[in-house]
């Protein structure tokens, strides 16, 4: 049967004249000729055994099946050019091998990327592709929907930055492993790392480029699942979300990063849940030091908006800044003065482990507005100046609650601090060694610390600045040092030890007091005592 003739069936073995199975000579000429002939519909297969050696891009441009276990080798010709590139929708590439063993790409110029997607509705499955600066590419050229890459190996992608110790901006538009620039698209099963020794940008990265939008698109830069898939090496971030909405990552597994776990940026109503992050960078890891990354396992970034952090496992084996950071930036486009923080960002039942690697802060917030941290247990290692468990800056309408909270000592940290106006909800955490256990300075929303267990900490609570109707009460204190410091006036206080002899500042009449053998009661705003015999 001649090469470019269909089986009774549909299938087209890629063989025949021009076509070497052993690679010895390149067939790029004769295997697109095949492909060009081949009818609408037609399964083109690569066979077992087979090694077919290539200088150029190949185009599928009619709806073609590409499969079976043989290996697609690039040699040449694609140093700025993708090694597939698909235009036609419906097109599918199963079980190949596409392999470029001689690391071709640039740092300039156009990518060089294992396939390259133009178009709508493209299945990539089971597809090994190895030494490429990308893997898959979903091209921003349209909005382009319904892409589905699964149980993909995606092997050794080459990073271009400058890795260790460089102040180069380089690598920041290339190095990943699957990229998708469109919407309602499917990411699961894949396994992918970067390349040892380099400096690689994202190992799955879903972004949303309004420019390149259609109108009036029934789901623009929306509607991604990024599920269960494993992600290694010296990515900077291992999976990221970027200016997309309604997206999923859950049930991934991510270690090797240098900035980032898991990041979502700009981003609206998503869910990063049920992730495991095995955090392992060296304190010498600072690749892409010129953008100053906070380093750490997760990132929600700038104006993220309704995102939820859920169920995930953080284990620090190496160096972080913090463990889950919700982190402000000036605002793009010329505004370098108005800081924004994400809003409605919730934080729950999450876990972070020590495993002999350094984190000085659980979660910190920046600016974040109507943030929520429950129910998450928190081990950091000793922390310096604002730091410890759960770390608020400027953010407004905070409640943390049912956390647990554990540090490494009295001498430094806090286990909750706050500084900044807006109301403040701390409940019913449990907070053991910290300098301080609870803090929230200069509130001016009111201030609510009930129900709370602080335990082997230097001092229990600190108030300091925090003005508004407020209420201090229920709180368990076991410390070394004063149970409630810098407490101020129109605060409600019920409390089993406050202040020690000195006589309390602030509350409202008919609140009680007993502490050090004394029994201090508030008649009409004015403090009275009563020696406990």
């Given amino acids: 049967m001649p090469a470019t003739q269909a089986a009774s069936d549909g299938t087209i073995v890629l063989a025949g004249d021009g076509i070497d199975p052993t690679g010895a000579t390149v067939s790029t000429t004769a295997v697109q000729t095949l492909l060009s002939a081949a009818p609408d519909g037609s399964t083109i297969i690569v066979p077992g055994g087979a090694v077919i050696a290539l200088d150029a891009t190949l185009l599928l441009d009619r709806r073609l099946a590409l499969r079976g276990s043989g290996e697609l080798r690039w040699t040449a010709g694609i140093t700025n050019a993708p090694a597939i590139r698909i235009t036609a929708p419906g097109s599918t590439v199963r079980e190949v091998h596409l392999t470029n063993p001689n690391h071709l790409g640039s740092a300039t110029g156009a990518r060089n990327i294992g396939i390259d997607i133009r178009t709508s509705d493209v299945i990539v499955d089971g597809v090994r592709i190895v030494g490429f600066q990308n893997g898959v590419v979903n091209e921003p050229t349209g909005e382009f929907e319904g892409v589905i890459v699964t149980n993909c190996h995606i092997v050794d992608i080459v990073g271009v930055g400058g890795g260790r110790g460089s102040t180069s901006r380089a690598g920041e538009d290339r190095g990943d492993g699957i990229t998708i620039w469109g919407a309602r698209a499917l990411v699961s099963g894949n396994v992918v790392n970067a390349l040892a020794g380099t400096d ?147 934080i729950t039942d999450n876990v972070v482990r020590l495993a002999g690697g350094t984190c000085p802060s659980g979660v910190v917030l920046q600016r974040a507005i109507r943030p929520l941290v429950v129910g998450n247990r928190l081990s950091v290692t000793t922390p310096s100046g604002t730091a410890g468990g759960v770390v608020s800056y400027l953010s407004s309408d905070l409640v943390v609650a049912d956390n647990s909270l554990l540090g490494a000592g009295e001498a430094s940290g806090y286990g909750v601090q706050h500084q900044g106006a807006g109301a403040v909800q701390v409940t019913g955490n449990r907070v053991e060694g910290f300098r301080i256990g609870l803090a929230v300075t200069n509130s001016t929303g009111g201030v609510t610390i009930v129900g709370n267990t602080v335990l082997a900490c230097a001092t229990g609570i600190d108030t300091y600045g925090s003005t508004g109707r407020s209420m201090v009460a229920a709180n368990r204190v076991s410390v070394s040092g004063t149970a409630h410091i810098n407490a101020q006036p129109a605060t409600s206080y019920v409390t089993t030890r406050h202040m020690g002899t000195a006589r309390p500042a602030g509350g409202g009449s008919g609140d009680l007091l007993v502490g050090n053998g004394l029994l201090w009661v508030n008649d009409q705003g004015t403090w009275r005592s009563v020696k406990v015999t």
Avoid: C, K
């Fill in 200 to 346: 690689a940008r994202i190992g799955i990265h879903a972004e949303g480029l309004s420019d390149y939008e259609v109108d009036p698109g029934l789901y623009p830069d929306a509607m991604f699942s990024i599920n269960d898939n494993v992600v290694s090496g010296p990515f900077r971030r291992g999976i990221a979300l970027e200016a997309v909405s309604h997206a999923t990552v859950s049930g991934n597994t991510v270690t090797g990063n240098t900035w980032w776990g898991i990041a979502a940026i700009d981003t609206r109503s998503t869910g990063i849940s049920n992730n495991t992050v095995r955090w392992t960078r060296a304190a010498e890891d600072d690749q892409g030091s010129v953008w100053s990354p906070s380093r750490g396992p997760i990132m929600v970034y700038r104006s993220a908006e309704a995102t939820v952090v859920d169920g995930n496992v953080l284990e620090i084996r190496g160096v972080a800044s913090a463990a889950i950071r919700l982190q402000d930036a000036t605002m793009p486009s010329g505004d370098t003065t108005t800081p924004v923080g994400s809003t409605d960002t919730v």
